[in-house]
Structure formats: structure tokens, C-alpha cells
Nanobody, 121 residues
């Protein structure tokens, strides 16, 4: 099985910065993408940023220019640098890995337990 462990959430003032990290462990045969999603109270989970193994990157429009995603492919780790944080960025942030356990397996999504980010003065 695959386990994703997140770290780095917390309370920050508006305009501040946080860095989230996620490390994957387990028998991962192939990783296609790693990234971050978030879910605010009463809202659906939404994409924050995704980085594919071919190097391509996708950001949600509201995060462009403020958030930066990076990956360490050798360690199956992904990081999210969040700058200029706003109160509306408050949410639980989830690490995501899309991959498969073996050549005969279908790709699927794996999720971390989530880390709370609160932006408030």
C-alpha cells in the first residue's frame, strides 16, 4: 500500500507564507503525478497544484503567482510553497499521488490525511 504523510500546516497571518511537504512510502511501481488539493468547510475539494512526472505543472487560477509546487522524484516527495496567503486560502490541504503498484495494476489516486492551513489575523 501507499502512505502519504503531510507536514507544514498551521496558523499564519494574511500576507504570510507556509511550506507544505508530503512524502510517499510503500511499494510504488510508477508515479504519474503528485500534487495538492484543498477543501474548505462547506465546499468541494479543489485542485491547488499538480506536477506530473513529465515535468508539466498545473495550478488553479487563484493560486498562480502565489503558490509554487516542487517535486523530488527520487524521494517521492512533493512540496508546496505558499506565499501572500489570504483568509480564503483557509482549508484542509491534501497531498495526492497518482500512480500504480505494479505493471498489471490500473493507476489510481492516493491521499494523505490532510493538514490544516488557517489564514487569520
Amino acid at each position: 500500500q501507499v502512505q502519504l504523510v503531510e507536514a507544514g500546516g498551521g496558523l499564519v497571518q494574511p500576507g504570510g507564507s507556509l511550506r507544505l511537504s508530503c512524502a510517499a512510502s510503500g511499494s510504488i511501481f510508477s508515479v504519474y503525478a503528485m500534487g495538492w488539493y484543498r477543501q474548505a468547510p462547506g465546499k468541494q475539494r479543489e485542485l491547488v497544484a499538480l506536477k506530473s512526472s513529465d515535468g508539466s505543472t498545473k495550478y488553479a487560477d487563484s493560486m498562480k503567482g502565489r503558490f509554487t509546487i516542487s517535486r523530488d522524484n527520487a524521494k517521492n516527495a512533493v512540496h508546496l510553497q505558499m506565499n501572500s496567503l489570504k483568509p480564503e486560502d483557509t482549508a484542509v490541504y491534501y497531498c495526492n499521488l497518482n500512480g500504480k503498484l505494479g505493471w498489471a495494476y490500473a493507476p489510481r489516486d492516493y491521499w494523505g490525511q490532510g493538514t490544516q492551513v488557517t489564514v487569520s489575523s
